[in-house]
């Protein structure tokens, strides 16, 4: 595992969602399986990038989700499928896997070939992503080229001992543990592929996991790195000091210097795929 500790660019913060801009010069286009969202500099010879959004398996903002992969499309230079899930408590898993690995079979059918193919998944979007490769590896499918998460569950049992260290994170056990356990409407927290930091994690595609230092879920990427570090998937682990759960959101405001240090990232990511 190559791990990194990042320090906090100078002038950094972290925004509130009040008054952010969800605007985008331009207009998504629906698809089976979400939208599609292309910046003005992507192109379909460049690849095509697969978002997996947060929000606890429950909840989806669409005006969030598009300005988001209008970012990581021109970080890219890829057009992003904004994939949608079915949300718990109504539908709880499988469903919302099942959905999420429509989408990527999706694109696979209409012609984008895996390798040419990346994830970029956030939060229970991670789960879901890391969870989708367990089962098409199991399937013996093609995996895409690579994965970005940023902030991921992984363990399901929520046994991190970070979960508890992270006084000033607004993810609690207690909003955990009401969240997965909508998610899994009955299904064992400590199994996969619904919690993947308990599955085989060989044969996996090179990883990148980004997460804040003081992120209740910090464990959740450090384990599971590790893990499939030592089964043998090429895996990098970007640690930002000092920052909580959702840090990710500094890309939708314009001039901060976190949200440029991560798309930056994200840009170097997609170049060496």
């Not at 300005?67 to 718990?88: D, I, K, N």
């Not at 901060?256 to 170097?268: E, P, V, Y």
């Amino acid at each position: 595992m190559d791990l990194t500790v990042l320090p906090v660019p100078d002038g950094a913060t972290v925004p509130g969602f009040a008054g952010l801009s969800f605007e985008i010069p331009v207009e998504p286009v629906p698809v089976p399986w979400g939208v599609l969202v292309r910046a003005e500099n992507a192109s379909d010879e460049a690849g095509h990038l697969m978002y997996v959004h947060g929000g606890g398996f429950e909840h989806r903002n669409p005006p969030l989700m598009n300005r988001a992969a209008y970012e990581f499309s021109r970080a890219t230079g890829r057009p992003v499928l904004v994939a949608h899930h079915r949300l718990a408590p109504a539908d709880a898993y499988p469903e919302p896997l099942d959905d999420v690995l429509a989408a990527y079979r999706g694109l696979v059918d209409g012609g984008v070939p895996p390798q040419r193919i990346l994830v970029l998944a956030e939060s229970s979007g991670a789960a879901l992503t890391l969870s989708m490769l367990l089962r098409l590896r199991d399937a013996g499918e093609e995996l895409p080229a690579g994965v970005l998460t940023w902030s991921a569950v992984t363990d399901l049992a929520v046994t991190g001992a970070s979960v508890d260290d992270s006084p000033d994170d607004p993810v609690t056990r207690e909003l955990l543990t009401r969240l997965i356990g909508q998610y899994l409407g009955g299904a064992p927290g400590d199994r996969a592929p619904q919690s993947p930091l308990y599955g085989d994690l060989a044969g996996l595609p090179p990883l990148v996991m980004v997460v804040g230092g003081a992120e209740a879920l910090r464990d959740d990427t450090l384990r599971f790195a590790e893990k499939a570090s030592a089964a043998g998937t090429k895996v990098e682990v970007d640690v930002y000091e000092g920052m909580p759960h959702v840090f990710q959101i500094a890309i939708l405001e314009p001039g901060n210097a976190l949200g440029r240090s991560l798309l930056d990232r994200i840009a170097r990511w997609g170049r060496a795929r």
